[in-house]
C-alpha cells in the first residue's frame, strides 16, 4: 500500500518562510516517478505547484511559486520537500505531496491527506 505522509504545515505571516516534508513508502520507483506537491485552496479546484523528476532532479514550477518556493527530493529517503519563501496570504491552502507519474495531475497517481498552509496579512 502507498503511503504519502506530509508534514510542516501550519501558520505564518505573509513573507514568512515553511518547509514541506512528504514521506513515501510502498511504492516501487522507477526513473519515470515523478514527485510533486498539489495545493487547494478553500471554494477552488486543485493546483499543481511544483514537481521533480526522479530520474533527473528536473523541476517545474507554476509561475505563481516561481523565485519563491523550491523543491526538492532525498531518493534514497524516499523524502520531497517543498520550501516556500515569501508567503503571500494567497497561499493559504491545503498542500498535498504526490506520487506516480504525471506529477500529481491523473487519476493513477497516489496523494497524500494534505498539510494546511495559512499565510495571513
Known amino acids: 500500500e502507498v503511503q504519502l505522509v506530509e508534514s510542516g504545515g501550519g501558520s505564518v505571516q505573509a513573507g514568512g518562510s515553511l518547509r514541506l516534508s512528504c514521506a513515501a513508502s510502498?511504492?516501487?520507483?522507477?526513473?519515470?516517478?515523478?514527485m510533486a506537491w498539489l495545493r487547494q485552496a478553500p471554494g477552488k479546484e486543485r493546483e499543481g505547484v511544483s514537481c521533480i523528476s526522479r530520474a533527473d532532479g528536473s523541476t517545474t514550477y507554476a509561475d505563481f511559486v516561481k523565485g519563491r518556493f523550491t523543491i526538492s527530493a532525498d531518493n534514497a529517503k524516499n523524502m520531497v520537500y517543498l520550501q516556500m519563501n515569501s508567503l503571500k496570504p494567497e497561499d493559504t491552502a491545503v498542500y498535498y505531496c504526490?506520487?506516480?507519474?504525471?506529477?500529481?495531475?491523473?487519476?493513477?497517481?497516489?496523494r497524500g491527506q494534505g498539510t494546511q498552509v495559512t499565510v495571513s496579512s
Open positions: 510502498g511504492f516501487t520507483f522507477d526513473d519515470g516517478t515523478t
Open positions: 504526490a506520487l506516480g507519474y504525471t506529477c500529481g495531475m491523473g487519476p493513477s497517481d497516489n
